[in-house]
């Protein structure tokens, strides 16, 4: 137990480029774990193991590693996940922010928070992640360490407390003067930043240091009565120690965001950083226990974080290994587990024997002969486990709360180049798509074609260069596809007799119910059964439910999904011999469409948050193409020495966008887009898609 105590579960988070796998590289290099520094750009980054990662020099899948850290006199654990910036793998993020206690959110010097920054910081505040916060690239021209933490104040409603201030700005920047201990820091440069020193603090920061420092002994006086009286009576009698517990306490509160400064590519800062995740950042035992449902009760249980505990573990990630086959990556929230025992899975209701544990560098593994809680490792040998399910103790079985992930925006058709391969085809995508959630395969019904679906082209180009790689498998392409949702936009009473007579045993049900919009806010289908007096028995409501929640899979217009609905369910009748549960369920289901023709269906597609970046010269050009492609601008705002230009676009119209935008601006301008939400298409934009995909068909 004294063990979690010096224990940090972390991620690393940010928008693409803002230097997640350098600043986790330096890590490496700083805690011993690596000799020699790993660089993105160059392919060698320990993190970025995957081929497609060191080609394209970004981020896929989140990687794990362990590392150890001495501050003040203490041996610290540190078990970190450098996770992908880009958005198309965001089920990357959420599941590693599921499982974690905190976070490093890392911000560019120059480009402040930028779209996908928002996106992290969301999800961190959706499991209540605890976070410090890095502004990296302080060496590069245009950084500006006041300007980004005055964006993490206004774009992210946080309340960013500064306890470094940058030595000097882009090429003069040296190092940084600590808050807390009122030092100036530099870092020696030809030790690869290993070696730093204290030096006088440099006389343009004098004032600029004392103001933000007196800011910052303010703050925390004000969150403890004895800290308040000192602070009137003798500022100077609060102590380092009590600056810390108090700036710890309400980083833990989610109160406030300390926020550092420094260039991990010039090996400045990281050292300070790993402190602060010492300092600052929760340890297991602070989340005191974990809450879940026991799925024999149905009653709300609890686990004290505690190896002496009953065990139970979130299962955050299914990955294939070459060597060992199966990989699953999990988070102990109570008791241990032993190599080669066995596990009770609560989500299937089956035992799983757990051949090997493993504690993860990248995508090597040390064998381990225990895990406990507080840790993060890997199992081996495990048959059916899913991201998501909770793994525990038989005897005291808990479901643990799972992760939801988005709906994927993109779709193209595949199918494999030889009918040999036919076979190989299909056991690579659900492989695959037992790994990526946001990942989904399916078998059109109209064409016979396997459609694979994901969160946009680079994902879906990932995964096809994956089953060339790793599975052997050529396949032919379609052309991309949006996914469509269908909706109706009105409400409408409808009366559906479903009757069939083939001799002996008939089939009957008949249902008056009203059809329209789920209430705001609602998500899936919003069922209501107002039958009074028996006129449909209890017993075929279930099937009336299910009939209306199967036939939302497939819409009215073109077979797209319908995302909510509510149904009331007013009167109707039933025969005492031919009416069954299947009965019910089928004239739901033909009721369904029938209703819904008269319901005014329309078609809704997925809108992008598009940020472009440009030298001033081109924003004619670029915000014309954005009007032909029905893109709504919202805004143009000034960054160093380029327009940052905002817009919300139909996704249909952004596929090759990278490519367009660099003919426009000469290659100049670069873009980063992510899901924004679905909107009504327009009467003439329907009838194009809905003839396009009847000709497509």
């Known amino acids: 137990m004294s063990d979690l105590h010096y224990t940090r579960n972390i991620g690393i988070m940010a928008h693409i480029d803002a230097g997640k796998t350098t600043t986790t590289e330096r890590i490496l290099f700083y805690t011993g774990k690596n000799y020699k520094l790993g660089e993105t750009h160059e392919g060698s980054a320990t993190m970025d193991w995957m081929v497609q990662e060191q080609e394209r020099g970004i981020t896929i899948t989140s990687a794990a590693t362990t590392v150890y850290w001495d501050w003040k006199n203490n041996h610290y654990k540190f078990n970190i996940i450098d996770t992908p910036g880009h958005v198309d793998f965001t089920v990357e993020v959420e599941r590693s922010l599921r499982v974690l206690d905190g976070a490093i959110a890392i911000f560019c010097a120059v480009g402040g928070v930028e779209p996908q920054s928002e996106t992290v910081w969301r999800q961190a505040d959706k499991y209540k992640v605890p976070r410090i916060a890095f502004v990296n690239k302080m060496d590069r021209a245009g950084a500006d360490f006041f300007s980004v933490v005055k964006q993490i104040k206004e774009r992210l409603g946080a309340n960013p407390v500064p306890i470094e201030i940058p030595i000097g700005q882009e090429d003069l920047y040296k190092g940084v003067v600590n808050l807390i201990t009122n030092k100036a820091l530099i870092w020696d ?291 991309p596809e949006v996914a469509y949702k269908e909706a109706i936009t009105t409400a409408v009473q409808h009366h559906e007799i479903y009757k069939k007579q083939t001799g002996g045993k008939g089939k009957f049900a008949d249902i008056l119910f009203e059809i329209g919009p789920a209430d705001e806010g609602v998500v899936g289908l919003q069922f209501v059964n107002e039958v009074r007096g028996g006129n449909i028995p209890k017993e075929y409501i279930p099937a009336i439910e299910k009939g209306f929640k199967e036939a939302m899979q497939n819409g009215v217009l073109a077979g797209y999904p319908m995302d909510s609905l509510k149904v009331r369910v007013i009167d109707g009748s039933f025969h005492p011999v031919d009416s069954d549960q299947l009965s019910f369920e089928v004239c739901a289901k033909i009721g369904f469409k029938e209703a819904c023709r008269k319901a005014k269906p329309v078609l809704l597609e997925p809108m992008m948050k598009l940020e472009v970046l440009t030298p001033d010269m081109y924003v004619g050009d670029v915000t014309g193409d954005l009007n032909r492609r029905r893109g709504m601008l919202e805004n143009i705002s000034a960054k160093v020495g380029v327009q940052a230009i905002h817009a919300i676009v139909p996704l249909e119209q952004m596929f090759g966008y990278v490519t367009a935008l660099r003919t426009i601006t000469s290659g100049r301008a670069n873009s980063t887009m992510e899901f924004s939400h679905y909107a009504e298409v327009g009467k003439d934009q329907q009838d194009a898609i809905l003839k396009s995909k009847y000709i497509y068909n």
């Open 189 to 479: 440069e030809a030790s690869n930043g290993q070696k730093f020193y204290e030096v006088p603090m440099p006389e343009d920061l004098k004032d600029t240091v004392a103001e933000y420092r007196q800011m910052l002994i303010e703050g925390v006086a004000e969150e403890n009565e004895t800290l308040l009286e000192k602070f009137i009576n003798d500022p100077d009698s609060i102590t380092e120690d009590e600056i810390v517990a108090e700036i710890r306490k309400a980083t833990l509160e989610l109160r406030v965001v300390p926020v550092m400064c420094g260039a991990s590519f010039k090996n400045k800062g990281v050292q300070t950083l790993l402190d602060a995740v010492a300092a600052f950042l929760p340890s297991p035992l602070d989340m005191k226990e974990v809450d879940g449902i026991n799925p024999k009760t149905e009653n709300p249980e609890s686990r004290a974080i505690d190896p002496t505990a009953p065990f139970s573990a979130l299962a955050f990630k299914i990955a294939t290994d070459p060597y060992v086959g199966r990989l699953c990556f999990f988070r102990v929230y109570s008791g241990a587990l032993e190599s080669g025992s066995y596990v009770y899975n609560a989500n299937t209701g089956k035992k799983e024997r757990i051949s090997r544990i493993m504690q993860m560098h990248s995508n090597k593994q040390n064998p381990l002969d225990r895990i406990e809680a507080g840790d993060i490792g890997a199992a081996v040998g495990f048959k059916e486990i899913r991201t998501g399910d909770t793994l525990c103790d038989e005897r005291h079985p808990i479901v643990l709360e799972s992760m939801k992930f988005p709906d994927p925006v993109i779709s193209i058709a595949v199918e494999p180049m030889t009918t040999a391969d036919m076979d190989k085809l299909e056991a690579a995508l659900i492989k695959l798509a037992e790994e990526d959630p946001t990942f989904q395969v399916k078998t059109d019904e109209v064409s016979g074609q396997t459609i694979i679906s994901g969160m946009g082209e680079l994902h879906l180009d990932i995964i096809l260069d994956r089953l060339r790689r790793e599975f052997g498998v050529e396949v032919n392409q379609g052309r």
